[in-house]
C-alpha cells in the first residue's frame, strides 16, 4: 500500500502520475474531493468495484458516481436536456453529484439496476482534477463512509490505520470534510434534491 501526502493546493506532478498508474493498473485508492474523501477505481474494472463494494458493504442497487474532469463527458455517459445542461453549466465544479439518464456507454455493472441512471460529480478539488486531468477519463467513486457511519471519515492517518490492507493508495491532502455532495436527480427533466449536502440545494428549488 502506498500513502502520498500530495499538497492540496499545488499538487505534485511526480505524485499524481504515480498515483494514476496505480488507478490504470487496477488499483483502488482514497483520495480528497471538495465534499469529503472517497474511494475510487477505473471505470469498467469490475475487480476493484467489487474490492471498494466490499469496503463499503455494498449490495448492487447502490448508485456509484463517475467522476468527471469537465461536462465534455457528459454528453458520453448521460443524457443531458437543456435544462439540466443550463444548471451544470453554472455549477460544476462543485460539491454536486447530478442523477441523470445513462447513455449505453455506462458499463452495466455501475448504473442503477432498475432505473438505468447514473450519478456524475464534477469536483473542484485540486487534487481530485489533478488526477482526473493525467488520467484522461472519468472515474469510478463512492463517498468513504465505513458501514454503520454517519459521516465520512476525515482524518487521513485514521483512514490509513482503518484501510491500509485494503486499498492500494492513500493520498493526504490533509483534513477532509465531512458532508458529503449535494445530490440532484434531472430525471424526470425538472430538478429534485435526492440529499441536501455541502453543495447549496437552493439554485435548484427554484426551477
Known amino acids: 500500500m502506498k500513502f502520498f501526502q500530495i499538497h492540496a493546493e499545488n499538487p505534485q506532478d511526480r505524485l499524481v502520475k504515480q498515483a494514476v498508474d496505480v488507478i490504470r493498473k487496477g488499483g483502488v485508492v482514497i483520495y480528497p474531493t ?3 474523501y472517497a474511494l475510487g477505481c ?3 474494472d469490475k475487480a476493484a468495484l467489487d474490492r471498494i463494494r466490499r469496503i463499503r458493504r455494498l449490495d448492487d442497487k447502490h448508485n456509484f458516481t463517475l467522476m468527471c474532469r469537465d461536462l465534455s463527458d457528459l454528453g458520453v455517459f448521460a443524457k443531458v436536456n437543456s435544462t439540466a445542461f443550463r444548471l451544470l453549466k453554472a455549477y460544476t465544479p462543485g460539491p454536486y453529484t447530478f442523477i441523470l ?3 449505453r456507454e455506462v458499463p452495466r455493472m455501475v448504473m442503477h439496476p432498475k432505473r438505468r441512471t447514473i450519478g456524475l460529480r464534477v469536483p473542484s478539488h485540486p487534487i481530485a482534477q489533478a488526477l482526473l486531468a493525467e488520467l484522461g477519463e472519468a472515474m469510478l467513486s463512492v463517498t468513504l463512509m465505513m458501514p454503520d457511519a454517519s ?3 476525515s482524518d487521513p492517518y485514521e483512514i490509513r490505520d482503518l484501510l491500509e490492507q485494503h486499498v492500494d493508495l492513500i493520498i493526504d491532502g490533509g483534513y477532509g470534510g465531512i458532508e458529503a455532495s449535494t445530490v440532484v436527480s434531472f430525471v424526470n427533466d425538472q430538478p429534485e434534491i435526492i440529499r441536501e449536502g455541502c ?3 437552493e439554485p435548484f428549488r427554484a426551477q
Request: charged content about 35%; overall charge negative.
Open 34 to 36: 471538495d465534499s469529503s
Open 42 to 44: 477505473r471505470l469498467g
Open 199 to 201: 453543495g447549496d440545494p
Open 101 to 103: 439518464d445513462a447513455t
Open 151 to 153: 459521516e465520512p471519515l
